[in-house]
């Protein structure tokens, strides 16, 4: 009780001494906030840190998977609220219907998983929109190299590339990069911003190719070979996609013949436990 009584004795004396400063300085707590809130947003770190997390967020997708234009407080916003949900479904499972005494670790490890599932979620949807897209950047690639072939200029075969894409993610970003070609941005500046919409490598390497065509004029080799490793890599993911649908195929079938044993078993049993009631 007495260190309780100190301590609110501390908490009103630099309370006073506190507003006699302000006051002396023709202040408020409320500006001083304002101030120290100000220094934090424009200091070097923090600035560096919500710009590399919106380029991060970017490239996952989480504008077009989760929401549009999402910023960095919506995100941790949204990750909090997941945080808390999980913790109160936790505790209230925990708590008020197994009475458990383990309800607030329970919970705590609860409020951890919600915490990280919005970034598992992101990056799962990221990696099948990255496997999704492989034919549509085929065809952006494609529809490119014949477009040159034509004898169109590079960026009106990059605005005509949004007719052949058909992913949702990737035909919302050529569309942004029509708009930005209209609007009298420059073809790196758009290319640059194309590139850090995704986090997928054969975008990169289909950006740095247009690129290179602004100094050296030579695309149609670098488009055949970004062609042929896409080919490649869509093997390759049709192969995973193979596999797992064979292991989740053999899976079930494992499944099954345990069930079949298990009823087995049960009648086998069952008659037995009759035949010895019968004796």
Known sequence: MVILLTGLLFV???????????LIQGTTPVKEAKKQLERIRNSQGFTRFIYD??????????????????????????KALMAGLFGLI????????????????IS???????WAFLDLLLRLQNKSS??????????????VLYGKRGGQY?????????????NKRLKTALMRLR?????????????DELELSFSNGEISSFCTVIKSLQSTGQVDEALRTLENNIEREQ????????????????????FIAMDLMVMILYCIIMKLLEMQIGF
């Open 12 to 22: 009103l004396l630099f309370g006073i001494v506190q507003g006699i400063v302000h």
């Open 53 to 78: 997390k919106q380029i991060a967020l970017k490239k996952m997708g989480a504008g077009v998977l989760l929401k549009d234009r999402l910023t960095v407080s919506q995100w941790y916003l949204y």
């Open 235 to 254: 093997a390759s993911v049709n192969k995973r996609r193979c596999m797992i649908l064979e292991h989740k195929t053999m899976m079930y079938v494992i």
């Open 108 to 114: 705590i490890f609860a409020a951890v998983i919600g």
């Open 179 to 191: 708009n930005d070609l209209d609007s009298g941005i420059g073809l790196d500046e758009c290319l």
């Open 154 to 166: 590079i960026a009106d075969a990059l605005r005509d590339a949004v007719i052949v894409v058909e």
């Open 130 to 143: 990255n496997d999704e897209m492989m034919p549509d950047i085929m065809e952006m690639s494609r529809s």
């Open 90 to 105: 936790a505790f209230f499972i925990s708590a008020g219907v197994i009475k458990s005494d383990m309800a607030k670790p």
